[in-house]
């Protein structure tokens, strides 16, 4: 489904390069939910941003269902069925949420059908289809349509980077209930970044990204325990509330 | 209503796009309405409670709406489709107190020669005591002539107390140069709101002067200008909102900048009042990357990203 080869990620600071991605190899198939991991500055935002070609990475290689992607653009990427949920969503004057919803789903979408893709991610639909996505909604307001845009994808790949980060407790409890409802109704892929042991608990693998390498990788159900033993050098959040 | 071909004057392919693009016109419109073709008024057409009238020392028409009329729309749409035509006109409109009605303005220019075509209009509007008008203008043009096409619509607004008159003024596409005036004064009570879209390209000029003055108690205003300048074009903003009483004023602007274009805002807010409220806002930039970037990860190209974020804007 998904396969870095030897990824890496260099950039130029103060006049020494500093490898933010190292050698990253990492197989990921079909239909799996796959969390990844790991402390603050370890690299994951950089590696998921990467799989959406919005980072190009400075060697490795990258393929996507057979297919070598290491050098197509964003666009291409999306329309070869990549999608993906901004940590911080992007505001825009003007776009309404039901253009963004029908942009994201690639056609023209009846309020009726925005309206079910909103209340999948718990708004209230009919407040929400004809406001702009601008600064007047609130921070877990834009991140439910963020989801929400995901949804109406329907793509095959969807990267998620930390879809807990500004939100309340009440829309992360929802925002649970939506990654079971995708694991249980579709077949696609699922990558989040995350630090919440909630969302950890529901992972069908989990990658834990740390000094820009991946110190470890298995079943869900082996490497949690090890994260959340007490003796463990990097802290998951518990509840909906980040403590890292 | 009757299809436009139906009844004398029948219009030109010109001119019914003309109609079709300033003042949404397939057919005739019910109701009252005055249009003007090439200098001259073409067809027009007066109700029990709207009264259309020629002026008779200076080209234009008087609207009289009866007190209390609710519901009516009167469409007065100017199209210039001749090269060469150059036009001033006068048009008042007298809204009588507790009237309800949407006013569509509108002036389409198809210039394909190469004199230069101007329709410079100045539109009055006294609104009544207590009456509510949506006024709708839409600025457009076409034609592939060297001539130039230049608009420049004056508007001014005299609202009496507890009176409301809502704006949308729309310049898309074709306008080589415009400067566009609104100048209101707000008695007590009344409500103000204009909402301007621009956009302006090639070597295109677009001034915009806003200029209100609220005299009375519980008076507000808010205008707002978003704006996109591409290619070589140059955008300039004045507003100067005036509180003379306990009032509230917002005025907006918002810009977005393209290729090699300019926008300036030059914003003013003049309280002389202890109980005035007035607040300016104004940002000018480009697209935003981030924008740009998300429309992609949707599948867009940049090109139809752009564009799909400049439509939403000046939607």
């Not at chain 2, 008779?56 to 100017?78: F, L, R, Y």
């Not at chain 2, 200029?211 to 108690?217: H, I, P, R, Y």
């Not at chain 2, 806002?281 to 599948?299: N, R, S, V």
Request: hydrophobic share 40%; aromatic share 4%; proline share 2%.
């Amino acid at each position: 489904m998904l396969e870095l080869k030897d990824f890496c990620f260099t950039v130029e600071q103060d006049g020494q390069s500093k490898k933010i991605l190292q050698n990253i190899d990492l197989k990921i198939p079909q239909g799996r939910f796959v969390v990844i991991t790991g402390p603050n500055g370890g690299g994951k935002t950089t590696l998921a941003k990467s799989i959406m070609g919005i980072v190009q990475p400075t060697g490795g290689t990258i393929h996507y269902r057979g297919q070598d992607i290491t050098e197509l653009g964003i666009t291409e990427r999306a329309k070869l069925g990549i999608s993906f949920a901004f940590q911080q969503p992007v505001r825009f004057k003007g776009l309404t949420v039901a253009d963004l919803i029908s942009l994201a789903a690639g056609k023209k979408l009846s309020t009726v059908q925005v309206c079910e893709y909103l209340s999948e991610v718990g708004l209230c639909a009919r407040d929400y289809v004809d406001r702009e996505v601008d600064a007047k909604l609130s921070g877990g307001e834009l991140k439910r349509i963020e989801i929400a845009g995901i949804l109406a994808r329907g793509t095959e790949l969807a990267i998620f980077d930390e879809p807990e980060a500004g939100i309340d407790l009440w829309s992360f409890n929802n925002l649970i209930e939506v990654f079971d409802g995708m694991r249980r109704r579709t077949d696609a892929t699922i990558i989040v970044i995350s630090h919440q042991e909630r969302i950890l608990a529901i992972a069908d693998e989990i990658v834990v990204i740390s000094g820009g390498q991946v110190v470890q990788q298995g079943p869900g159900a082996e490497v949690l325990p090890a994260l959340l033993h007490a003796d463990y050098k990097y802290t998951v959040c518990k509840g909906g509330m980040r403590n890292d | 209503m009757t299809d436009l071909t139906d009844k004398k004057p029948v219009f030109d392919k010109i001119t019914k796009d003309l109609l079709a693009e300033v003042a949404e016109l397939h057919q005739r419109p019910t109701g009252a309405y005055n249009i003007r073709l090439n200098g001259e008024s073409a067809d027009r057409n007066s109700t029990a409670n709207v009264q259309i009238v020629s002026k008779e020392d200076v080209s234009g028409i008087d609207v009289i709406i009866a007190p209390g009329t609710v519901g009516e729309s009167i469409h007065i749409p100017v199209v210039l489709s001749e090269s060469g035509i150059n036009e001033v006109v006068y048009n008042d409109f007298h809204i009588g107190e507790g009237a309800d009605v949407l006013i569509v303005a509108g002036c389409g220019i198809h210039n394909g020669g190469a004199a230069d075509s101007q329709h410079d209009g100045m539109h009055r509007f006294f609104v009544g005591k207590g009456a509510r008008v949506r006024y709708v203008e839409k600025h457009y043009g076409a034609g592939d002539g060297s001539g130039k096409r230049l608009m420049n619509p004056h508007t001014v607004a005299e609202l009496a107390e507890d009176s409301s008159m809502e704006m949308e003024t729309v310049q898309i596409r074709g306008v080589d140069s415009t400067i566009r005036r609104t100048d209101a004064v707000l008695q007590a009570g009344s409500t103000l709101i204009v909402r301007e879209k621009i956009m302006t390209h090639g070597q295109q000029l677009g001034e915009t002067h806003f200029n209100v003055e609220m005299v009375g108690d519980g008076a507000s205003c808010s205008v707002s200008s978003r704006s996109v300048a591409q290619d070589d074009s140059v955008q300039v903003f004045y507003s100067n909102i005036v509180g003379n009483a306990a009032c509230s004023g917002h005025s907006e602007c918002d810009g977005i900048i393209m290729d090699r274009a300019k926008i300036s805002a030059i914003p003013e807010i003049v309280a002389n009042h202890i109980d005035a409220s007035l607040i300016h806002e104004a940002a000018i930039g480009k697209i935003a990357g981030e924008q740009i970037l998300k429309l992609q990860t949707l599948g867009l190209t940049e090109q139809e990203a752009e564009a799909q974020i400049i439509s939403g804007f000046l939607k």
